[in-house]
């Protein structure tokens, strides 16, 4: 991921950019929008790593049986 170097004059102009495009009462909704992606994106990415988890899990049980 690229990291982006955002001093506060940045972050400013683009907080009134969004506030101007849509509105203070549409931004609540945005926001909760952008949390609820969010965390679908954080449930995915964790189960995979839990099936990847498991999978080699079984994959090393498997080695130790023919041991």
Do not use: C, Q, W
Request: no cysteine; net charge negative; glycine share 10%.
């Amino acid at each position: 991921m690229i990291l982006l170097n955002l001093g506060a004059p940045e972050i400013i102009l683009i907080v009134l950019a969004v506030l101007i495009l849509f509105g203070g009462k549409k931004i609540p909704e945005l926001m909760r929008g952008l949390g609820k992606g969010v965390k679908e994106y954080k449930n995915a990415v964790n189960s995979v790593e839990d099936e990847v988890k498991s999978a080699t899990d079984t994959g090393e049980e498997k080695k130790d049986d023919k041991a």
